[in-house]
């Protein structure tokens, strides 16, 4: 039996894989550790999806690989996004890497160890369409939240994406199972659950029916009488329903929270993203979802310097920024990746891309600000999620605040807080994007 090291790197998504592996691994016997140091194989499991993402992965792998010069480690697994894409090219140009494993060869990942630790050669490159396989897994979040994967893969074939060459097609998870491992996680002590998928809003559809599933599961999920938290990430625009609406807006347990990435507004570039709906669409749909679902918080990715984007379309997407008013915003610059579409079109230089998403990140961050400002005086629900040793203080978020990505709330109690409980707090302070308060009331 041997001692198995974990990295995990990248979105939710890839987290979850991770931790599915790492059960396999524990299951069969072996010892997964929390620090690498000592382990006999490291498992790097990497995001290969923009430029950004693969030099994290590749500084991971050197630095892994650092610790196996020194002794310090064993063998090292990449796993994951970058080695699915990069296959030949990693253990050719990297001959610190001593296995790796495609997307579509999770599954394999014990015998891919145990092969390793005879000295044998891994490169084991699975079909990326196959059927999502049922497993445990071993949380890698603190133990009141958890990521909820309803599915694999992606059919909407954006310009700028590579996820369906390396995830494969869409492929949901029967209800069934995902129910099981909701209660599951409930049982377990999970209180907040994240719906997690490429595209959560098409769950269901390649299904036999063929029917969007996402509002019967949220039903579904909010029966489960343990959770109290359940928030919905990357629900695409042109699949939110009447139905999910009235979902959303009907069931307590749901945040009053939608993570909607619409990556640009100008309806020409929408268009030669291969993205659904235009400028006046996304307009029409967030003014729905705010009549409809009140208090809600959106969320939404965007990308500056994409091809046709122009100082006009530029502007264009800051004043619609300045008229949405959207609560929560990640910029990034284009990245035009090798084997895509918009890889072959005409773009800004990435100085000037760069540039546009630090202009959008300071516009967005005084209207979080105003945002901020208007919670000062209310009394909110928090989610307890730590004890922070440097500032000596508890902190946690708001409904509106997805954990890692959105902001927290500094809490000031006179007794001491448990991870995972929540708490009545009344706001009276804001900085820097996160809020501050006192408790007035805990809760189980």
């Known amino acids: 039996m041997a001692n198995i090291g974990f990295i995990s790197l990248g979105c939710a998504k890839n987290q979850v894989d991770c931790e599915r592996m790492m059960y396999r691994v524990q299951e069969a016997g072996h010892t997964v550790k929390s620090d690498i140091v000592g382990s006999d194989v490291v498992v790097i499991n990497t995001c290969g999806f923009i430029e950004s993402a693969q030099s994290e992965a590749i500084d991971y792998i050197l630095q892994t690989a ?30 610190e890497v001593d296995g790796i494993l495609g997307t579509g060869s999770y599954t394999q990942i014990v015998p891919a160890i145990e092969k390793l630790m005879e000295d044998g050669q891994v490169a084991d490159f699975g079909s990326i369409d196959a059927p999502e396989q049922e497993t445990g897994r071993i949380l890698t979040t603190p133990e009141h939240y958890a990521f909820l994967k309803i599915a694999e893969g992606c059919d909407n074939r954006c310009a700028y994406c590579v996820i369906p060459s390396l995830r494969g097609k869409y492929r949901s998870r029967q209800m069934d199972d995902v129910l099981y491992e909701a209660r599951t996680l409930a049982d377990s002590g999970v209180k907040e659950l994240i719906v997690v998928a490429q595209d959560t809003s098409r769950y269901g559809t390649d299904l036999p029916g063929h029917k969007r599933l996402l509002p019967e599961l949220l039903r579904q999920l909010c029966r489960i009488e343990k959770l109290h938290w359940i928030r919905v990430h990357y629900v ?15 069931e307590p347990k749901i945040v009053k929270y939608l993570d909607i990435p619409i990556q640009h507004c100008n309806s020409k570039i929408l268009k030669r993203m291969n993205r659904r709906g235009d400028g006046a669409f996304l307009r029409a749909l967030f003014e729905k979802l705010r009549q409809r679902i009140p208090g809600l918080v959106i969320r939404t990715s965007l990308i500056t310097g994409l091809p046709g984007e122009g100082e006009e379309e530029f502007q264009e997407l800051c004043q619609f920024l300045r008229e949405q008013r959207l609560e929560r915003v990640g910029a990034f610059a284009f990245s035009p990746e090798e084997g895509t579409p918009a890889a072959e079109m005409e773009h800004v230089d990435k100085e ?25 005086g209310r009394e909110v629900e928090v989610l307890v999620d730590g004890f922070d040793q440097e500032y000596q203080q508890f902190y946690g978020r708001t409904y509106g605040d997805s954990p890692d990505i959105d902001g927290r709330v500094w809490i000031a109690s006179e007794e001491p807080l448990r991870e995972g409980m929540f708490v009545t707090v009344r706001i009276d302070g804001c900085t820097d994007g996160d809020l501050s308060g006192y408790v007035m009331e805990e809760k189980a």
Do not use: W
């Open 236 to 250: 695409y625009p042109d699949e939110i329903d009447e139905e999910l609406m009235d979902v959303m807006a009907a």
């Open 352 to 376: 000037v891309a760069v540039k546009r998403a630090e202009h959008i990140e300071m516009l967005q961050s005084q209207i979080m600000d105003d945002y901020n400002a208007a919670m000062i």
């Open 66 to 95: 650092a610790l196996k010069d020194q002794g310090l480690v064993g063998k090292i697994l990449v796993t994951g996004c970058l080695s699915q894409r990069y296959q030949q090219e990693i253990l050719k140009e990297m001959p």
